[in-house]
Structure formats: C-alpha cells, structure tokens
C-alpha cells in the first residue's frame, strides 16, 4: 500500500486522536482534583492547602478537595500520589518532611525526581520551643536544669520521626546532653494539641500551631529555633542567642504531581497557583501564620529551592547526630 492510500486511511484518525487530546487538555480540570496532605488537618501543610483549594475553587469553579493520608512521616500520602495517574487530578502538597526523609528513612522515590514540580504555596513559618503554661519554666535554662535533674521526667510531642519537631528535638538533646522524650503523633497539629492538653510538657512546634496556643494561655513560647526573632515575638530570643547553635527550621508548602503528568496541565496549576497565593484573599490568611508568599514562583525555581534544602537537611542530620542516608 502506498503512503498517500496509509495517509487517507489513517491520517483522519491521527487528527481525530489529536484533537481529542487538545479538547481535553483545553478543558481539564473536568473533575475534582484532589489535594493528598501527608499529615493530619490542622497541621503545617493541611491549613494552607485548605485555603488554597477553597480561593482556587471559588476563582476557577474547579473543584479542590483536601485528602488526608497520614503515615511514615509524610511518605504514605507522597507515595500514593507517586503512584497515581499523572492526569493532573491527584496532586501532592508537599513540605519540607519531603526533604528532611530522605536523610533519616528509606523511602520508594526521590522528591524531585519522581515528582513534577509546581511551585511553593508558602514559605515559613519558623518553628519554635513552647512548653504547656502549667509548667514552671520561664526560659529554656530552667527547662534544661529539670531535664538534667529528672531525665526521664520530660517528653516533648513530635509529628513523628525526621520531622523538624523531632531534628529539632535530637539537637537539643545532644547540644544540652539531656535526654527529653519523643512522643510521635500523627501531624504537627495533633502534636500541638498534645501540650495544650497536658499530655506532654513540650514541643518544637511551628509558629502556625504554637501561637493560638500561647494567645488562649495554654502554652508558654520560650525561644525561636530559627536564626532571626518573630516580629510579633520580639521578646522571644532565638536559640542561638542562648547558646544553641544551628537551629534553622522554618518550614515551606508546595504543590507537585506525579512525575508524567502533562506540562500544559502543569503550567496551568502553575498559572493558578500563581494567582491565588498572590491575591490578598490568601495572603490575609496566611500571613499571621508567619508564612510569606514565594516570588518568581515556577517549577524551576522550586526544584533548585528544595535541591539547596536537601543539602541544608543533610549538615543537619549530621549536627544531630544521625548519619544521613544520603549525602
């Protein structure tokens, strides 16, 4: 048979075939997208997520919904997502666990990788030590002397295993030589909680979950475990200044597909992305959450982000301790 007789034969079903993919493409979302948070609601990732998928919603009249799969420190709900359909409708908010993991566990994907890139929800908000108010502690001194008078007395709450609660944690221990306890909870909200409670006499905890807390009398702030004070806690000395080098956590919120999924339906989660995080409607809500909207927000500029922060999550297992499992 000869090209011209293949051509009219098959040539009409190439078109159609392309057309059908452009349709598509040009009319995707036509489903509901469903963001995968890695840690329980009320945490670091689940709030911005919500925001984001509620203004993104009411923007495009899309619809968004917040799906929680909890587990192995953020790698259940990443794995998921790393195995499902790159049709742009299961998408995984990712944080700064995704990087930190990698140093500490053993986990089915690498985060860049394996993963399409969408860009940084937020960036921030700094983590920082509260203690339940009930306790006596006014400083970090004092909290330190009972650690090391009582040591099994104290357990600080933790959103589990190479989270920056629980780096954060070891650091501590072994800058101060005391042996406070790790209780793991599924997300950082719950480990929150857990001081408020009383169940535990502390946590590192970012400054999302703490500051309701310290605002209600339920927790004591006592220092920042970042290199720079809080504006709204200027009182509040940051670790370093009492004498504890190396704490820098401060946390970040991204959105990434899995790995295949179409650029045009990356670009336009980008392009919406973009334009949501940069309305007041979401900058209101998430600013007093110490967390600050990302500039020149593109999938490049997140992989180099998390590339910088894969090496920073290295010097640090190795400042608390571990010995990472990658360099």
């Given at each position: ?28 979302p ?15 990732s ?14 495009t ?15 259940v ?12 409708y299961?998408?995984?908010v ?13 986990v ?23 203690v ?12 330190i ?62 400054l ?5 807390l ?14 720079d004070?809080?504006?709204s806690w200027?009182?509040?000395p ?39 995080i ?26 180099d982000?998390?590339?910088?922060e ?5 010097a640090l ?9 990658r360099?």
């Amino acid at each position: 048979m000869s090209y011209h007789r293949v051509f009219a034969v098959l040539g009409p079903i190439f078109i159609a075939l392309a057309h059908s993919a452009a349709a598509e493409a040009q009319t995707y979302p036509t489903r509901p997208i469903t963001l995968v948070v890695p840690f329980a609601p009320g945490g670091l990732s689940d709030v911005p997520a919500r925001i984001f998928g509620a203004i993104t919603q009411e923007r495009t009249r899309a619809t968004f919904v917040v799906e929680n799969k909890t587990g192995a420190s953020g790698v259940v709900g990443a794995t998921h997502v790393l195995r499902a359909e790159p049709d742009g409708y299961t998408l995984l908010v990712n944080a700064l666990a995704d990087v930190q993991n990698m140093h500490y566990l053993t986990v089915p994907y690498d985060p860049i990788r394996d993963f399409a890139l969408i860009g940084q929800m937020t960036q921030g908000p700094p983590l920082v030590l509260i203690v339940d108010a009930k306790m006596p502690y006014k400083n970090v001194a004092e909290l330190i002397a009972d650690a090391k008078a009582n040591p099994t007395k104290i357990s600080f709450s933790t959103s589990g295993p190479a989270t920056s609660p629980a780096i954060a944690l070891t650091q501590l221990n072994t800058l101060a030589d005391t042996k406070i306890q790790d209780v793991p909870y599924r997300g950082s909200g719950e480990a929150a909680g857990a001081v408020a409670s009383g169940a535990v006499q502390g946590t590192f905890t970012f400054l999302t979950g703490a500051k309701p807390l310290v605002d209600n009398g339920k927790a004591r702030v006592l220092a920042i475990a970042y290199p720079d004070r809080i504006a709204s806690w200027p009182e509040v000395p940051t670790m370093a200044e009492l004498g504890f080098a190396g704490f820098h956590h401060a946390g970040f919120v991204g959105l990434a597909a899995p790995s295949k999924t179409p650029m045009n339906i990356i670009n336009w989660l980008n392009k919406e992305l973009n334009e949501t995080i940069n309305s007041s409607a979401f900058k209101q809500r998430v600013e007093p959450l110490g967390m600050t909207i990302p500039s020149d927000n593109t999938p490049e500029k997140f992989a180099d982000y998390m590339r910088r922060e894969i090496e920073r999550q290295a010097a640090l297992a190795k400042l608390s301790g571990h010995a990472p499992l990658r360099p």
